[in-house]
């Protein structure tokens, strides 16, 4: 990762925390739930998605601040479907981000409650931003819906359930993580552009983008399963194997999984220069999702 790149990442994620901080200090809610919430939200993470949103933005707009609460949301839903994925009915891990997951650390009905409240929490804070018009939140709120929703994010988080032990093809692998994986991202993309004042045809030009970006994601990630290093990635290695997953690495092969990884980050790079994007920071993020070690 470049200077800049790593300067970028360190300063808005600080920005992220303190706004975050700021959200939940003044929300007076039972503290063990608050305690679940938190411990989840804080325990690091690359906060890739809001960064996103705001490389994003930085294209189109001007000043942060309008797109912070939508990327504070947009953080809560992740964080939500992580501790839900860790859970005992899911993927049963014990550690996230190198720490014991939400329900190894409380319990499972604790860790359930505090997902639910992360969820509905995000769609408060953009319902509730006095930078956002009303046309703004009503469309922010459509579109993480759908995203995070039954025909978005929780579809693919069930077609990838009924995929274990299965032989998928590559177009069905790829349906399953542009759903679970791609559609957080494409709303990162999407709402940073739209608030910063892009077009209608650059912003399907972005969304092709982030289509690409979710799936060059997954790909690393299945990639990390077999070559990661458990100190750097925080949880634990062959995990995918373990539980019969479908992957590219499976499917494909290692090497196979690389190459169609830099299929991907072709398109990816065609349809940023199509938005007239292919001077930002998104460049550096999409070759640091396609290069990352954790």
Request: proline share 2%.
């Amino acid at each position: 990762m470049n200077e800049n790149l790593q300067r970028y990442l360190d300063e808005y994620r600080d920005k992220l925390e303190q706004t975050y901080n700021a959200y939940f200090s003044q929300l007076d809610i039972p503290t063990n739930l608050k305690d679940s919430m938190l411990y989840s939200l804080k325990a690091g993470g690359k906060r890739l998605r809001p960064i996103l949103m705001f490389a994003s933005y930085e294209v189109y707009g001007e000043t942060l601040d309008k797109v912070m609460s939508s990327a504070v949301a947009l953080e809560m839903i992740h964080t939500y479907s992580l501790i839900h994925d860790d859970l005992p009915a899911m993927d049963d891990d014990d550690y996230r981000r190198g720490k014991l997951t939400n329900h190894k650390q409380f319990n499972e009905a604790t860790a359930i409650l505090a997902g639910d409240a992360l969820l509905t929490y995000s769609f408060q804070l953009i319902s509730s931003d006095a930078l956002l018009s009303s046309d703004e939140k009503v469309q922010l709120i459509r579109i993480l819906s759908e995203a995070s929703g039954p025909a978005g994010m929780v579809a693919g988080q069930i077609l990838d359930m009924e995929a274990e032990k299965q032989a998928v093809s590559l177009d069905e692998m790829e349906e399953i993580h542009a759903l679970k994986t791609g559609e957080l991202i494409r709303f990162a993309i999407f709402a940073g552009a739209y608030l910063g004042g892009a077009t209608d045809n650059q912003l399907k030009h972005l969304t092709d983008y982030a289509y690409y970006l979710g799936l060059i994601f997954q790909v690393q990630d299945d990639i990390l399963d077999i070559t990661g290093d458990i100190s750097k990635i925080g949880k634990s290695v062959g995990s995918d194997e373990l539980n019969e997953k479908s992957t590219y690495p499976k499917l494909l092969g290692l090497d196979g999984a690389i190459e169609q990884k830099n299929q991907y980050v072709k398109k990816a790079f065609k349809s940023l220069h199509l938005a007239g994007a292919d001077n930002s920071l998104l460049t550096e993020l999409t070759k640091y999702f396609s290069e990352r070690d954790h």
